[in-house]
């Protein structure tokens, strides 16, 4: 049997760790309901886009970082130059 996950009283349940790792689920996330022939598949709903949306933040961030890869990683760290 697979991951199991007991739904409450309000209709939540909680997702085991090994499952939101492998999902790449974080707090904030949407999950996504497919319906297929065999049931239904759950996975984490990414805007268009794709994954990359959610580094924006970060590569603005990165403005004034001299473009060496180390200065680019320290910046990124928290490390800034």
Same mark, same amino acid.
């Not at 009283?9 to 319906?35: S, T, Y």
């Not at 759950?42 to 603005?60: A, D, L, Y």
């Given at each position: 049997?697979?991951?199991t996950?007991? &739904?409450?009283?309000? @209709?939540?349940? $909680? ?7 492998? #999902? ?6 949407? #999950?996504?309901f ?9 996975r984490? @709903?990414? /805007? ?13 961030? #990165?403005?004034? &970082?001299p ?5 680019? $990683?320290?910046a990124? *760290?928290?490390? *800034? /130059?």
């Amino acid at each position: 049997m697979g991951a199991t996950a007991k &739904v409450t009283a309000k @209709w939540q349940i $909680v997702i085991p760790a090994h499952v939101r790792d492998r #999902l790449g689920i974080r707090r904030g996330d949407i #999950l996504e309901f497919i319906e297929t022939d065999d049931g239904f598949v759950i996975r984490r @709903w990414t /805007p268009e886009g794709g994954s990359f949306r959610r580094f924006i933040g970060r590569i603005r961030a #990165l403005r004034g &970082v001299p473009r060496r890869t180390d200065a680019v $990683v320290e910046a990124l *760290r928290g490390e *800034r /130059p």
